[in-house]
């Protein structure tokens, strides 16, 4: 069986103000295309189908284009709900659509398999759409599972989680992607350190508190009140995907021998973010073990914009976004992963490169040079993130940048020469001086030059008005 793994098409989005219309239109005719040269049989997309929970007419409009097309070439088509989506309104015709396309956006539902088969026999697909602990916390599927007596995980628990001691998926009987390299140390002992400031890389201390962990098990006279308790409670991503993940294993295990396919929208600890995935670490950790996927032949992984593989691991696979939706993903090649399902499992993941309808691209130097040398003429229809190196902020910057480069979207001043921070507090640095002097440092902050004695002396004159108005209203206008 071939499945074709896509995500995060995020119909509708801007860049900076820039229409991406055009190339999220190129990105369907591409997948269409791959869907019926490849002959795929499964095309899965792992959520954040739209950018926003109200998308624009011609996104939705693109979004049912997209699935009639590749219904017509004879694949069976499975979509979940991302953090972006809105749940309801993604899944509400989702009963009334062609039996071979799939929209699921219920958590009620996850462990209800789509089954699709190949010449070697069914395979389970498990779509889970992304779920909001606090708000799916009473409608997830309950299972008599064992790690769910406690509530709380232990020590032992997390630290499988993470990858210590867990099963490393490297054995024979594992595929080998060779291009991808062997998994990195650093990945392998938890979290990565998102790379971009504002995004959050933690575990639920509640979760790994041993203290929390009671005793010895309790009565099993409270066994179900306890249940109740913990459905009714907000937990953690971990948590939550835990007990999804118990419920999709209940489901395998009346199905012995089944190959099995995951369709999931997480962060799953080990695997590297950018600028433009939204944080959802609100209302508890944002990470998910990788370790709740043991088990399962394939997991296609939404939510992160760069293709990757989770720890190394060949079957735990972001393919990430078609397209690049901020300036940090320039250098990411992005792809759609055509999975291969053999008879006793995964036999092969190969990237099938998206075309790039028109290349991001970041230019710096001083502004001069970017308006004059050859070399940046290759870039004049690329959307461009501009940073000036001048030491004085250049004027009139942006509109002379897009006279050379029109689709010039970000501009930032970051001179070479420019001083050492200064991390005094504002009242230390303004303790003993004049108003004059704090107002020209604040011009030479902003521009980057220091006043000159002209610009001082147009500053001194307004100073002086403005002293006048608030001590004598009535002589407004005749200072």
């Known amino acids: 069986m071939l499945v074709l793994h896509t995500s995060d098409w995020h119909l509708g989005r801007r860049l900076h103000g820039f229409d991406l219309a055009t190339a999220q239109a190129a990105y369907v005719d591409h997948l269409v295309q791959v869907t019926r040269t490849e002959r ?32 017509d070439t004879g694949a069976r088509v499975v979509v979940i709900s991302g953090n972006h989506d809105a749940a309801a309104r993604l899944g509400d015709k989702a009963g009334l659509l062609d039996p071979r396309v799939a929209i699921r956006t219920d958590p009620a539902r996850l462990a209800s398999a789509v089954v699709v088969e190949d010449r070697f026999g069914p395979v389970r697909v498990y779509p889970v759409p992304y ?25 032992d628990d997390s630290a499988a989680d993470l990858g210590a001691g867990g099963p490393a998926r490297t054995g024979p009987g594992d595929p080998v992607d060779p291009a991808a390299g062997p998994p990195s140390p650093a990945l392998a002992e938890g979290p990565v350190e998102p790379p971009f400031p504002g995004m959050v890389s933690l575990f639920d201390e509640d979760e790994l508190a041993p203290s929390l962990v009671p005793a010895a098990p309790r009565p099993p006279a409270f066994h179900d009140g306890r249940r109740r308790a913990r459905r009714a409670a907000a937990l953690s991503h971990a948590g939550t995907m835990r ?39 609100v209302g508890g950790a944002a990470h998910v073990p990788a370790a ?6 394939y997991a296609a992984l939404g939510h992160l914009h760069r293709p990757q593989r989770v720890l190394g691991r060949a079957d735990l696979r972001y393919s990430g976004s078609p397209l690049a939706y901020s300036f940090s993903e320039t250098q990411d090649a992005k792809a759609s992963l055509l999975v291969e399902l053999g008879p006793a499992g995964l036999a092969r993941v190969e990237p099938i490169p998206v075309p790039v309808h028109r290349r991001m691209t970041i230019l710096r130097g001083p502004l001069e040079q970017l308006l004059t040398r050859l070399e940046y003429g290759e870039h004049t229809e690329d959307l461009v993130a501009a940073v000036l190196t001048d030491d004085a902020r250049p004027v009139d910057a942006m509109s002379r940048l897009r006279a050379r480069f029109p689709h010039t979207l970000v ?31 604040f011009v030479d902050f902003a521009r980057g030059t220091p006043a000159d004695e002209d610009e001082r002396s147009l500053l001194a004159d307004a100073l002086t008005a403005a002293r006048l108005t608030a001590s004598w209203p009535d002589a407004r206008g005749e200072a």
């Open 40 to 71: 795929v049989d499964l095309v899965v997309v792992a959520g954040d189908v739209h950018d926003r929970a109200i998308p624009p007419v011609g996104a939705l409009r693109l979004f049912d284009e997209a699935l009639s097309r590749l219904r």
């Open 411 to 441: 501009l930032r001043h970051e001179p070479e020469h420019a001083p050492a921070p200064d991390d005094r507090t504002f009242t230390q640095r303004t303790r003993g001086r004049d108003d004059l002097d704090v107002a020209a440092d």
């Open 131 to 155: 779920l909001e602990p606090a708000a799916v916390a009473e409608v997830l599927p309950v299972v008599d599972d064992p790690a769910d007596e406690l509530e709380t995980d232990t020590p």
């Open 243 to 281: 007990r999804a993940m118990a419920a999709v294993r209940a489901d395998l295990a009346d199905h012995p021998g089944a190959r099995s396919v995951v369709v999931a929208h997480a962060w799953v600890t080990g695997a590297a973010g950018s600028d433009s995935e939204r944080d959802i670490s």
């Open 292 to 297: 709740l996927f043991d088990g399962i032949t």
